[in-house]
């Protein structure tokens, strides 16, 4: 597996619009996104700060994404 990037939570929700994922709601401090297939992922929206790579692979997972794919939507 390429290594992941480090990202924040403003970059990789940024790479998920542009896939066609939508806010669905917010929960505390973590915002929700689905797309029309109904594929959802959950991102803790924590400011500035770089997400944990475990927490971006389970984005990536949940998104259906590669590592390849999110480096060239970035």
Request: net charge positive.
């Amino acid at each position: 597996m390429a290594r992941l990037p480090r990202v924040t939570a403003k970059e990789i929700a940024s790479a998920l619009k542009k896939l066609g994922f939508s806010l669905a709601r917010h929960s505390g401090s973590h915002a929700i996104y689905k797309n029309a297939d109904g594929l959802r992922a959950t991102i803790p929206m924590h400011g500035s700060t770089v997400l944990h790579p475990k927490i971006v692979k389970t984005i990536l997972k949940d998104a259906g994404l590669s590592v390849g794919e999110l480096r060239d939507l970035l």
